[in-house]
């Protein structure tokens, strides 16, 4: 949830990945702009392809406000 429509959300692959290599670290930066405050939700996606896709059972998203939330994910393909 962000405060503005304004704000700017992105998502990538993390620089450095932790020590569980099933856990992709994703970093999701969040930078706050002006607007009118209306607490809305911003969806944001993340795809990666490829054969190392399939080692991943975890998906780790830090964000920069010092919040993080991991989810179980699965591999189709």
């Known amino acids: 949830m962000v405060y503005t429509a304004e704000?700017?959300?992105?998502?990538?692959?993390?620089?450095?990945q932790g020590i569980n290599p099933s856990i992709l670290l994703l970093k999701l930066t969040?930078?706050?702009?002006?607007?009118?405050?209306?607490?809305?939700?911003?969806?944001?996606?993340f795809e990666k392809k490829g054969p190392e896709v399939?080692?991943?059972?975890?998906?780790?998203?830090?964000s920069n406000q010092g919040e993080s939330c991991t989810v179980n994910i699965s591999v189709f393909g």
Do not use: C, L, W
């Open 7 to 16: 704000t700017e959300v992105t998502i990538e692959e993390a620089d450095v």
């Open 30 to 45: 969040i930078t706050p702009n002006p607007g009118p405050m209306k607490g809305i939700p911003r969806h944001f996606t």
């Open 54 to 62: 399939s080692q991943y059972t975890q998906v780790q998203v830090v």
